[in-house]
């Protein structure tokens, strides 16, 4: 039975750190998968960085806000949220998409996630968001 996008968006909205021993029912074998910080392949590479986000995030969540599809492959928009482990840190949001390449029977076989590091997540860092922000006064003229 082939996987469909409903099955995708919901691991991924449901994801959670025992559902990575399973991600090769979403991703073929040699997935290639990238975004702002990542660019591996194969599944045991992406397993490793999502461990890593539930090891350095507390409570991360995907939210699917749209999607399309057409000739095997999606393009998703999400809000990612999340609290940084430091003890009483504000819930963060970064708003992306993910473009995802389907092989036939409905896994992904290239995911590549688009968002705006500086503006989504260092802007809103204490020492670096205020250079962050600074520097995009700057460019402004």
């Known amino acids: 039975m082939a996987l469909s996008v409903d099955d995708i968006v ?14 090769e029912e979403i991703y073929t074998a040699d997935a290639r998968f990238k975004d702002p910080f990542h660019a591996v392949q194969g599944v045991p590479a992406i397993a490793r960085v999502y461990a890593r986000m539930f090891a350095t995030l507390q409570a991360p969540r995907f939210v699917v806000r749209d999607r399309v599809v057409a000739d095997g492959q999606c393009f998703l928009t999400w809000d990612f949220s999340f609290r940084l482990q430091r003890l009483g840190a504000a819930e963060q949001r970064i708003h992306g998409g993910s473009h995802l390449r389907l092989a036939a029977d409905g896994r992904i076989s290239e995911h590549r996630d688009y968002w705006d590091a500086a503006e989504e997540l260092y802007e809103k860092l204490p020492l670096v968001g205020a250079l962050m922000r600074w520097l995009k006064a700057r460019a402004r003229g």
């Open 10 to 23: 919901r691991r991924f909205e449901g994801l959670s750190p025992q559902d990575l021993v399973r991600l």
